[in-house]
């Protein structure tokens, strides 16, 4: 069974438009640039290998609802299981880069995990 990571950002006004974009882009680089050690890759090669299994993003609020409590993007990921979502949180150092990026451009942070199905 999968685990969906769901994380919206709202960022401080201060902040201009040009900088959310950047942090947007970096986010969505996580995909790509977040690997595991060799050690725990099964991938061919023995290389560490992707492990976020998709990662879809929006930066606008199409809900007629308006219900987004002022939040300015949400990303949601998808991760094989658990251990591979711990790994993310707790070990991944370009995720950790990230988080450090962002962390004084943010007012808030809204996390929400989860098993598929």
Do not use: W
């Not at 006004?13 to 040009?18: A, M, T, V, Y």
């Not at 950047?22 to 992707?50: D, I, Q, V, Y």
């Amino acid at each position: 069974m999968t685990i969906t990571h769901v994380v919206s950002l709202k960022y401080k006004d201060s902040i201009p438009e040009e900088e959310r974009l950047l942090a947007f882009e970096r986010f969505l680089h996580l995909k790509t640039s977040c690997k595991l050690p060799p050690s725990e890759s099964k991938g061919e090669g023995g290389g560490g290998g992707n492990y976020i299994l998709d990662l879809i993003a929006g930066k606008e609020n199409l809900s007629p609802e308006r219900l987004d409590k002022g939040f300015h993007q949400t990303f949601v990921l998808t991760f094989k299981d658990e251990k591979d979502l711990f790994y993310y949180l707790e070990q991944d150092e370009d995720h950790k880069r990230f988080s450090s990026m962002v962390a004084n451009l943010l007012e808030d942070v809204f996390v929400f995990d989860f098993k598929s199905g």
